[in-house]
């Protein structure tokens, strides 16, 4: 049985990764339509969720999460203070808060709902699809229960991973949440290069993404590390050896290394913003 099985979920903030959660967990048979209860404040995007998954749907988020045993923040990360004060007074020890918010930490969090059993999750994109990456960390207060519940949900998602430190988390923001990012640049790059070189642009297009596709797929079945797996096509003198040069010249490990560190202190930065606007209790009945 699902750990999700009787389980009421309700989103707050039902944007794109608030769907994707939606729609994860159906594909999966996690929950059944009635058990989900999406909030937005328009009318119009409240009929679309409930005509393309049958969810139930609020206007405001203190009725979505009334009754509610899990709950997923899905909002912009500004958006928390706000939230904190509509949601924070109405929250029972017992509900799981499951944040999604890009930089937001558990501290943060805390602060602006005056709850304890927290979620940091982050998810990537192609989440969208059920093949995501999301890294995440419970707060001690979150129960043995409670964390098989947050790894389906997440699991729902694609693949999921729970770590003991939440400083993993926002490191993972850079790699995992931020990497596909990184990918379609170079996807962009090479379709570019292929155009220069003479292919019309729709050819350029599908050479380079079944590449991607195929390439990504090769090295997750093999296990084997990537120089590996360079080394295996890279003849000498030949034509992958002449690229590879001209990569190590334009410094391109240099500059991706370059921009992880710039999306983790970034992260980091959102954090400590985050923790000083916050009003400590702001969310707290007491």
Do not use: C
């Not at 500059?255 to 009003?279: H, I, K, N």
Request: glycine share 10%; hydrophobic share 45%.
């Amino acid at each position: 049985m699902s750990p999700l099985a009787q389980r009421t979920i309700a989103t707050i903030g039902s944007g794109v990764m608030a769907e994707a959660i939606i729609a994860g967990l159906l594909r999966g048979r996690l929950v059944d339509p009635p058990q989900v209860i999406a909030s937005h404040p328009r009318a119009e995007r409240r009929e679309q969720l409930t005509a393309a998954h049958g969810v139930r749907t609020a206007a405001a988020n203190g009725e979505a999460i009334d009754g509610a045993d899990i709950v997923i923040l899905a909002i912009k990360p500004q958006m928390l203070g706000r939230v904190g004060r509509e949601i924070g007074p109405s929250l029972k020890p017992g509900q799981l808060v499951i944040s999604v918010l890009a930089g937001a930490t558990t501290k943060a969090l805390a602060t602006a709902l005056g709850h304890q059993q927290l979620v940091r999750s982050m998810p990537n994109t192609p989440a969208r699809l059920g093949k995501g990456m999301t890294v995440w960390f419970a707060t001690p207060e979150v129960t043995e229960d409670q964390r098989g519940q947050a790894a389906a949900l997440l699991g729902a998602l694609g693949a999921q991973l729970e770590v003991d430190d939440e400083k993993l988390v926002a490191m993972a923001t850079a790699v995992s949440g931020t990497g596909p990012t990184y990918v379609f640049l170079v996807m962009e790059a090479l379709i570019d290069a292929a155009v220069h070189l003479g292919f019309p642009r729709h050819i350029a297009h599908d050479l380079v993404i079944e590449t991607l596709e195929g390439s990504t797929l090769f090295a997750k079945q093999s296990g084997m590390h990537p120089a590996e797996l360079r080394n295996m096509v890279t003849s000498p003198g030949g034509t992958s050896a002449a690229a590879l040069h001209e990569l190590e010249s334009g410094r391109l490990r240099t500059v991706l290394s370059e921009a992880v560190w710039a999306a983790y202190r970034r992260t980091v930065e959102l954090g400590d913003q985050l923790e000083s606007t916050l009003v400590p209790g702001d969310g707290d009945p007491r």
